[in-house]
């Protein structure tokens, strides 16, 4: 498998997804719909699907412009508001992507609607990718607009969490060095915070993306799921990962890196 990333907008980031074996792809969270052409030219392979994470314009808004420039294309969502939708998923449900096996998971929070995707191909010595759209971000997480602490603990610390440790994580925006500044502020003895964040700064520097990372990094440095942890409670004064979440969210709505 091979993902192709491409920064759009401010901070966004689309991903191309293809399979190498059938030469098909897949784009996730395309809002512009001609540098996804241009990349599909470039990569010369053939566009199936559309995997969109959630509805929010900056992920789901180029659709229906897409729809008309490349036809027959899968859109696939767990939102109803997601233009051009015509094929809708639910938590388990799997798409092929040429060989490549993607599993629908339900991560309502960030929106009601909101699905990541999970991709594995048949070489098991691959690591397997999962794209998050706004529910994880490198060292964050979401902003809980239709949603509450609870079911982002579920999404981080279940869902997501139980993936394979060596995930790639692809997320939706390049928030990683403020993400580390809050993450900072929260575990200010964390060496893995640190660490990241000498990296990603020197990464944003040369203008260089720093996704992805990898579940494993993510529960090394991500307050947002380390939510269980004596130091993270410590600092929102709880003794439990559901009602630390929902402090840290509050607190971190509200920071000023």
């Known amino acids: ?20 074996q059938t030469n098909t ?11 996804v052409v241009k990349a599909v030219d470039e990569q010369k392979v053939q566009l199936t699907t559309v995997l969109t994470t959630h509805h929010h314009w900056d992920h789901a808004g180029g659709n229906e412009d897409l729809v008309k420039k490349v036809s027959d294309l899968k859109v696939c969502g767990g ?41 594995q191909s048949k070489d098991k ?5 999962v794209f998050t759209g706004d529910t994880l971000f490198v ?9 509450t602490a609870e079911q982002m603990h579920t999404a981080l610390g279940k869902i ?15 928030y ?13 003895d964390n060496d893995a915070v640190r660490g990241k964040m000498i990296w990603a700064q020197s990464m944003r520097k040369r203008n260089e993306t720093t996704v992805p990372s990898t579940i494993s990094e993510e529960k090394r440095f991500n307050p947002f799921m380390r939510v269980g942890e004596a130091s993270v409670q410590e600092f929102a004064g709880k003794s439990d990962p559901i009602s630390t ?13």
Do not use: Q, W
């Not at 498998?1 to 190498?20: Q, R």
């Not at 993607?102 to 999970?118: A, D, M, N, Q, R």
């Not at 990683?176 to 200010?188: D, I, Q």
């Open 1 to 20: 498998m091979k993902v192709v990333i491409l920064p759009a907008l401010s901070d966004n980031y689309m991903y191309l997804l293809i399979d190498e």
């Open 25 to 35: 792809a897949a784009i996730v969270d395309p809002v512009d719909p001609e540098k």
């Open 79 to 119: 939102d109803d508001r997601i233009g051009a939708l015509n094929h809708k998923v639910k938590h388990g449900d799997r798409i092929n992507v040429g060989s490549l096996d993607v599993t629908c998971l339900f991560t309502p929070c960030h929106t009601s609607g909101h699905i990541c995707y999970f991709v």
């Open 125 to 129: 010595s691959e690591a397997p990718c």
């Open 139 to 147: 060292a964050g997480c979401g902003r809980f607009f239709e949603g």
């Open 160 to 174: 997501l969490g139980d993936l394979p440790d060596n995930t790639n994580v692809y997320c939706g925006h390049e």
């Open 176 to 188: 990683t060095v403020n993400n580390l500044k809050f993450a900072a502020h929260v575990e200010p």
């Open 245 to 257: 979440m929902a402090y840290i969210r509050h607190e971190k709505d509200g920071f000023k890196a």
